[in-house]
């Protein structure tokens, strides 16, 4: 029986193929079921008042029609490919549930809740089409941890960690520890800049030394103040070569800005690069 829930996002596309085939594999490699989210608009929403005007409803009588045709060929497409994503990692006897839900993102990523983690197409995580508003949602209001899956379908067999001791970093590391157990090559990512004296303690890389090395993992460390750029151009030069970043999100934490505001947006909007596992 699977112990964990993971979730993706769909949108009923081409978009849908990579990050559904990564989800499934993800799914095997946490042990987990894979249920999928299809947010489609709510025919309802599209309705306008008309006067009384037969003609009129008439017209928005089809319209509504033509929308609910077109949702549920949507649909289709979105179920479809995931069951061919279930099939690819070979997890046809855990096949979850596939869910259309037609309502506001912030209400649809309430369910999310009790998931590992939820995946969704690095399209969507860059603000584009019908997810970004859902995918938003599920990370800052759900604070359920987002995987933006890269071009490769894989499990990574590297994986990179943004630390800052931030309550943020540490949620993201937790939720992606059945990958960093499994991965061949840890990297731990850190910068001194900002950071007070009496807050080092709790930024120290020794904790997370001691976490990884509970799970007999090994890691090296890279200052990414050696790189130009803002804190998320270094983190993304740091990470290069890896399969994964792992790093909190929109933190408020007094450390420093390490993984704040407009550093997250420079992860998220990344065009290329590492996976990403980012929680708040």
Same mark, same amino acid.
């Given at each position: 029986?699977?112990?964990?829930?993971?979730?993706?996002?769909?949108?009923?596309?081409?978009?849908?193929?990579?990050?559904?085939?990564?989800?499934?594999?993800?799914?095997?490699?946490?042990?987990?079921?894979?249920?999928?989210?299809?947010? #489609? *608009?709510?025919? @309802?929403?599209?309705?306008? !008042?008309? +006067?009384?005007?037969? %003609? &009129?409803?008439?017209?928005? $009588? /089809? =319209?509504?029609?033509?929308?609910?045709?077109?949702?549920?060929?949507?649909?289709?497409?979105?179920?479809?490919?995931?069951?061919?994503?279930?099939?690819?990692?070979?997890?046809?006897?855990?096949?979850?549930?596939?869910?259309?839900?037609?309502?506001?993102?912030?209400?649809?990523?309430?369910?999310?809740?009790?998931?590992?983690?939820?995946?969704?197409?690095?399209?969507?995580?860059?603000?584009?089409?019908?997810?970004?508003?859902?995918?938003?949602?599920?990370?800052?209001?759900?604070?359920?941890?987002?995987?933006?899956?890269?071009?490769?379908? #894989? *499990?990574?067999? @590297?994986?990179?960690?943004? !630390?800052? +001791?931030?309550?943020? %970093? &540490?949620?993201?590391?937790? $939720? /992606? =520890?059945?990958?960093?157990?499994?991965?061949?090559?840890?990297?731990?990512?850190?910068?001194?800049?900002?950071?007070?004296?009496?807050?080092?303690?709790?930024?120290?890389?020794?904790?997370?030394?001691?976490?990884?090395?509970?799970?007999?993992?090994?890691?090296?460390?890279?200052?990414?103040?050696?790189?130009?750029?803002?804190?998320?151009?270094?983190?993304?030069?740091?990470?290069?070569?890896?399969?994964?970043?792992?790093?909190?999100?929109?933190?408020?934490?007094?450390?420093?800005?390490?993984?704040?505001?407009?550093?997250?947006?420079?992860?998220?909007?990344?065009?290329?690069?590492?996976?990403?596992?980012?929680?708040?």
């Amino acid at each position: 029986m699977a112990k964990e829930r993971i979730i993706i996002t769909l949108q009923g596309d081409e978009v849908d193929i990579v990050p559904a085939r990564v989800a499934a594999r993800l799914a095997a490699r946490f042990d987990a079921t894979l249920d999928a989210v299809l947010l #489609e *608009p709510d025919p @309802s929403d599209f309705m306008m !008042w008309a +006067g009384p005007s037969g %003609a &009129a409803a008439s017209v928005m $009588a /089809g =319209a509504l029609s033509t929308i609910q045709q077109e949702s549920d060929e949507c649909a289709e497409r979105a179920k479809n490919t995931f069951v061919d994503a279930l099939e690819y990692a070979e997890l046809t006897a855990v096949r979850g549930r596939f869910l259309r839900i037609s309502d506001q993102p912030a209400d649809a990523a309430a369910e999310t809740r009790l998931s590992r983690l939820v995946v969704t197409s690095r399209f969507a995580a860059e603000g584009n089409g019908p997810l970004a508003e859902l995918v938003t949602s599920v990370l800052i209001d759900e604070q359920t941890p987002v995987y933006i899956a890269s071009d490769n379908d #894989e *499990p990574p067999a @590297s994986v990179a960690i943004a !630390w800052d +001791g931030s309550r943020e %970093a &540490a949620r993201a590391i937790y $939720a /992606g =520890a059945p990958l960093i157990s499994a991965a061949e090559k840890v990297v731990i990512l850190q910068s001194n800049r900002g950071l007070e004296y009496r807050d080092r303690r709790a930024a120290s890389v020794d904790r997370l030394y001691d976490w990884l090395s509970v799970r007999g993992k090994r890691s090296d460390t890279v200052d990414i103040d050696q790189f130009d750029g803002t804190v998320g151009e270094r983190l993304l030069k740091g990470a290069e070569g890896m399969d994964l970043l792992i790093a909190g999100a929109y933190g408020h934490s007094r450390l420093r800005e390490f993984v704040f505001g407009g550093v997250t947006r420079t992860l998220l909007s990344a065009s290329d690069g590492p996976a990403m596992l980012l929680a708040h």
